[in-house]
């Protein structure tokens, strides 16, 4: 594979299949997000109403913070968006580096495993469980955790095998998701606000 492959991200199928996964995944935030917001909105309504509130509100809107947390992690690990202190990027010699960027990953990888088993425990236990107000199965709160964290996986591992394979900036480049959340980059590292990269 060639060094301008490498940087381009996964090829053609392969990355219509991630572009479409990561739109799945930004798009269940995005829903919990909305949510949210509504069903706040609605439970500081019924303040100022003549009726009784709806409990059920309440607990959609937590549950659907837990969804918001949970279904775009594996796209955080993508595009190296999650919360880290890069302390060994300065060091000059680039295969410590990349060890310990392909240990980090290794690490995340087998979190996500590890949570990933958890929800599917939880998802078998609680076969016969509702929720207290909804009545919602609670097999189908556990679900979308479930989907992150084997995204989570899978991205961890496939991140960490280009970059044992590529290099660090290879395997995390934005180019190669077909969704970029912060638009296109300028050349210093910036998003352009304008929605349009400059060369």
Not at 105 to 130: D, M, P, R, Y
Not at 172 to 187: D, F, H
Request: contains cysteine; charged residues 10%.
């Amino acid at each position: 594979m060639s060094e301008e492959t490498a940087a381009t991200g996964p090829p053609g199928p392969l990355k219509r299949v991630v572009g479409f996964l990561t739109t799945v995944e930004l798009g269940i935030s995005a829903l919990a997000a909305a949510m949210i917001f509504v069903l706040i909105l609605v439970q500081a309504g019924q303040r100022y109403l003549p009726i009784d509130g709806w409990t059920w509100t309440g607990e959609l809107a937590r549950y659907g913070l837990v969804w918001l947390t949970f279904s775009a992690c594996g796209v955080l690990v993508t595009r190296d968006g999650h919360i880290a202190l890069q302390l060994v990027d300065s060091i000059r010699n680039q295969a410590v580096v990349r060890s310990v960027h392909v240990f980090a990953l290794l690490v995340v990888a087998a979190t996500g495993a590890g949570f990933a088993w958890a929800c599917w425990t939880l998802i078998t236990e609680s076969q016969n469980l509702t929720t207290p107000s909804l009545g919602m199965p609670m097999w189908v709160v556990y679900l979308i955790p479930l989907i992150g964290f084997v995204s989570t996986t899978i991205r961890g591992l496939c991140a960490a095998i280009g970059v044992a394979r590529h290099g660090v900036g290879s395997s995390l480049e934005p180019e190669s998701l077909a969704v970029q959340v912060n638009g296109p980059q300028l050349p210093g590292g910036t998003a352009d606000p304008n929605g349009e990269a400059q060369r």
